[in-house]
């Protein structure tokens, strides 16, 4: 058929047919709210954070399948990593959108994995969007735990 | 006499366009239409050889820019069937038109206490700048409810209308494609002692209008969902109530005279323009009314009807259950907007795999989001038809579907 099996490659499906941690967590985990107010997806992100170790993570919400995939793929990878780490990886992240430019500021050694199948909705901007959203709501997250 | 599609799409060179050399369909005409080469060619011929300024300069050729921009209001009072030319402002968009009925209108008639009633079908052009409003002045915002069949559930109207100062209402669902009964709605705001404010954005350009037939008040639109350019809409209302609102923008061209400690307004209808207005695109917009007037909006409506029936009975007879088009499901009660659920996947999903197939849907919540939250959708995909589309748009629509259940 076509192209799009750049963008719908099939771990992104997978993880869209089968999300990983799809649910909630009780307080006092914290609970963080996104939503892309253009399509009407929402994501409600869930930390459990214990001395700045992500220990759990959940996902909510409703979208479509990159940013249902993205989540997915999302809580796999923070999942018990330092805060410091989960920065990282979703800066990471971000460079791979092409909405952040590397400034060398990642440390080599964090790795994306399976996330960067999500490489190919760079060739559709509007759907960057999508795979975001759930990282930025985890970011807020992250802040809100801080506080 | 049907309308000659053919001869139609010959008109709007866009749409032979090749997209990796296959043609496109372009199915988003209820968000926006594409241009004819006659209102490409009367904004650039203006702009070569008659552009000026308009109202302000007494030489030559501003008089005569000034005559072919006034040319197109009585146009456009026309097109409507306005008493007078004197009723149509022209605005920005549709969207600033409402935002002026409320502004102005309703800064200086609405208090608490009072009601303004909308409907659960609006567009949030017909909500938020009553909201915006109601937030300042304290007055009460009703709502009117919908049927399961996707029409105005008018039972308890006049109920929702007891003392209520004005009804804004669409005439056409931009997500359901709902034709609502605009006279009969008008009638109801008037027994009740209320204004009728109609959003005609979706009907306005696909059938005919005749705001005195309605016995409406206000009637906003936009002239890109109607052949014409950007950058241009229309608020048109009854004299007497143009007359009796302050104005709304203020500045150059809405003045009749300024002293250090006041002004006065100028004449309608340059009380509501502010400042320089956009002069070509009005010329386009005159020019768009031409060619619409010209193959008849009775044509438009007829050959959307037919187009309609035919999209309906070709989605559901491919697809049955696993198609929800929600809206109704006879043509003479809707227009050519159909918004559907396809196999539960996302809209965004949908409108992507159709896009492979260069067949252009709108996916989202198409600024309607208490009528989302109303069917029970964060988002629909929406394809929506026009005067230039055809059953090849359609037939590529329904064929192109087939490949999102490939994928998903």
Known sequence: MSNLEDLYREVILDHYRTPRNKGELPPPATCTEGANPLCGDEIRIFLDIADGVVRDVRFSGHGCSISQASASMMTIAVKGKSVADVRAVAKRFKQLMTIEEDDGKVPADIRLGDIEALQGVVKYPVRIKCAVLGWNTLLEGLDSART | ?408
């Open chain 2, 1 to 408: 006499m049907t309308l000659d599609v053919a001869a139609v799409r010959r008109e709007f060179a866009l749409l032979s366009r090749m997209v990796a050399g296959k043609p496109i369909h372009y199915l988003d005409s209820a968000n926006t239409s594409h241009k004819p080469e006659c209102v490409i060619n009367a904004m650039s011929s203006f702009m070569r050889e008659s552009y000026s300024p308009i109202g302000r300069s007494s030489y030559s050729l501003a008089t005569e820019a000034s005559d072919v921009y006034e040319a197109a209001r009585t146009k456009v009072a026309k097109f409507i069937n306005a008493r007078s030319s004197r009723e149509v402002v022209f605005t920005k968009n549709a969207t600033e038109s409402l935002n002026l009925a409320a502004q102005s209108w309703g800064r200086a008639n609405l208090q608490p206490g009072d009601a303004v009633v909308l409907t659960h079908m609006e567009h949030h052009a017909n909500i938020v700048p009553w909201q915006m409003l109601a937030k300042e002045k304290g007055f009460e915002i009703r709502w009117v409810p919908l049927t399961s069949d996707f029409q105005l559930d008018l039972s308890s109207l006049d109920q929702l209308l007891r003392g209520a100062k004005a009804f804004a209402f669409t005439s056409m669902s931009n997500v359901l494609g709902t034709i609502n009964p605009t006279r009969e709605l008008c009638a109801a705001a008037h027994a009740a002692g209320a204004i009728a404010i109609v959003d005609g954005c979706q009907s306005v350009p696909h059938m005919a209008t005749d705001v005195q037939q309605w016995n409406a008040d206000m009637l906003a639109f936009s002239s890109h969902k109607m052949c014409g350019p950007t950058g241009v809409g229309v608020l048109w209302a009854r004299e007497d109530l143009l007359d009796s609102m302050p104005p709304f923008l203020g500045g150059g061209g809405m003045i009749s005279e300024v002293r250090l400690d006041d002004f006065t307004c100028a004449e309608l209808p340059h009380k509501f323009e502010a400042g320089t207005p956009p002069i070509v695109e009005v010329v386009g917009l005159g020019t768009a009314v031409d060619f619409l007037q010209g193959i008849g909006m009775n044509e438009v409506r007829r050959h959307e009807m037919e187009l309609t029936n035919y999209a309906y009975h070709a989605l559901t007879a491919r697809y049955g259950n696993d198609i929800t088009i929600h809206g109704p499901v006879n043509p003479e009660m809707r227009g050519a907007t159909f918004s559907f659920a396809f196999r539960g996947v996302h809209p965004h999903d949908v409108s992507q795999v159709l896009d492979q197939h260069n067949v252009y849907v709108r996916a989202g919540h198409h600024c309607a989001k208490p009528l989302m939250r109303l069917i029970g959708a964060n988002a629909t995909a929406r394809a929506s038809m026009y005067l230039y589309s055809n059953e090849s748009d359609v037939d590529a629509l329904v064929e192109a579907l087939d490949d999102v259940s490939s994928i998903f």
